[in-house]
């Protein structure tokens, strides 16, 4: 009979939804480390000696088990060293957004540990220094390292992480040149695709056609070259798509992108596009924003044009178009901005 209680005990404890002594420890162990490095008004409330659960302190939430899953700390304007080793303090940790606050330390070395974690938000940091290898992060979900100055190598192995849907790292202009693996492909469940100003070399692979669940694609500011791939236009859910100002995206737009029924944006100004503006894509049914200034595009502008009903900017300066600005241009349209100067032979007739 004893024997059976000592069991029942036994069972009792292991299953019991609480973490262990030496967990609670660890969490609560952080937290005064945070305190201790960190420095901020917003800190204040998190009353570390008064021993109140930490799991009620602002910003923080526990799962149901009492193991911390989330630190929110975006935008708590804190400066000072975040402590290393956050995950493994926190060994269930599913969410960590650090953003706009002025950090540094070593954290990256932590997150070997961080099998848990889904979201890394850490944009408006200002860190500086290499990032280590991602693959160990297998459930994350959403990576925003944006506006940031990282060097050295881009971690390409994000190409690891497939579960990834959100993968922004725009801005950050001192990583050594690279380029789009094909494999980047792999990500299939990624719907924002943010690599503007990345010092990104190279052609767009025309894998990227199979990354069919992207809304939103954005790859400004690099050094891309070659011929933009026809391939973009299977990628059917596609909302925006901002390719301008890499100066050596050559060939003609592909026709295929009027196949993108959902594109609200199209920004490919300032490369060395050539060739007539597709009638296809002006005849995207929601196309609110069509900027292609400073290209090499010749014919006339597509009079199908004339019929969107949802066209608000359309730039097309700086070009070798030739012809008239379609007559009955923003009639079904409420137009805010109309450019369509420094051409070599339009005629405007419209202001
Ligand atoms: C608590 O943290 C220490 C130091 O990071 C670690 O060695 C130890 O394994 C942790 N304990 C638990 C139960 O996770
Ligand atoms: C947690 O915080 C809420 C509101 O801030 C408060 O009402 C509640 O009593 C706190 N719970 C504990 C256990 O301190
Ligand atoms: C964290 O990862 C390191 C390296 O893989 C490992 O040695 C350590 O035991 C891990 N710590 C925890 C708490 O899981
Ligand atoms: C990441 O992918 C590479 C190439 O497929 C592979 O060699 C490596 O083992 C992967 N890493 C992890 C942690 O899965
Ligand atoms: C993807 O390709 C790059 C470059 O070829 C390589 O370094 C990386 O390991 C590949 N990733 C996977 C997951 O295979
Ligand atoms: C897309 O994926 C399929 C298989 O999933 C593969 O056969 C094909 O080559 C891929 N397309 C591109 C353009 O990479
Ligand atoms: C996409 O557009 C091209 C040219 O405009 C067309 O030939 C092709 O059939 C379209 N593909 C799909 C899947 O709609
Ligand atoms: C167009 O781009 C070129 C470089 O690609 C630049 O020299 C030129 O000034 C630009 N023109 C305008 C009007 O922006
Ligand atoms: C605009 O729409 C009208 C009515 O649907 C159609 O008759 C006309 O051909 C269209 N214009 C262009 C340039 O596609």
Redesign the pocket.
């Known amino acids: 009979m004893a024997l059976y209680s000592i069991f029942f005990l036994f069972v009792l404890l292991t299953v019991l939804p609480h973490p262990s002594q030496s967990i609670t420890a660890n969490q609560s162990q952080f937290f005064v480390l945070m305190k201790a490095s960190l420095s901020g008004d917003a800190l204040s409330g998190w009353d570390i000696d008064g021993r109140k659960p930490y799991c009620n302190f602002s910003g923080i939430s526990c799962n149901n088990q009492g193991y911390v899953d989330k630190i929110d700390i975006s935008r708590w304007s804190l400066s000072g060293q975040f402590p290393s080793g956050v995950c493994s303090y926190m060994p269930q940790l599913r969410i960590l957004r650090l953003d706009h606050n002025h950090l540094y330390g070593n954290f990256f070395d932590s997150f070997v540990n961080c099998s848990f974690l889904e979201e890394l938000k850490m944009s408006f940091v200002y860190l500086k220094g290499t990032l280590p290898d991602f693959s160990p992060l297998k459930s994350l979900r959403i990576l925003d390292l944006s506006y940031n100055l990282f060097t050295g190598d881009f971690p390409?192995s994000v190409?690891?992480l497939s579960n990834l849907e959100v993968l922004n790292f725009n801005e950050n202009p001192g990583f050594n040149s690279w380029q789009l693996?094909e494999?980047i492909s792999?990500l299939t469940k990624l719907r924002s695709m943010i690599l503007a100003t990345c010092v990104l070399h190279g052609r767009i692979p025309p894998s990227i056609g199979n990354m069919t669940s992207l809304t939103d694609l954005e790859l400004s500011g690099n050094f891309l070259t070659s011929q933009i791939p026809p391939e973009i236009g299977l990628l059917k859910n596609l909302q925006q798509l901002e390719l301008y100002y890499n100066q050596h995206l050559s060939g003609t737009i592909p026709e295929e992108l009027g196949n993108l029924t959902e594109l609200t944006d199209l920004d490919m100004s300032v490369n060395r596009l050539t060739g007539k503006i597709p009638e296809s894509i002006c005849r995207l049914p929601k196309l609110r924003v069509l900027q292609l200034y400073n290209n090499s595009l010749t014919g006339e502008i597509p009079s199908a044009i004339e019929n969107s009903t949802t066209l608000t900017i359309l730039s097309l300066y700086d070009n070798f178009l030739t012809g008239e600005v379609p007559q009955n241009l923003g009639r079904f349209s409420s137009m805010v901005v109309l450019d369509v100067s420094e051409n070599k032979a339009i005629r405007s007739t419209s202001n």
Do not use: C, E
Request: hydrophobic share 15%; proline share 17%.
């Open positions: 390409i190409t690891n693996p494999n792999r």
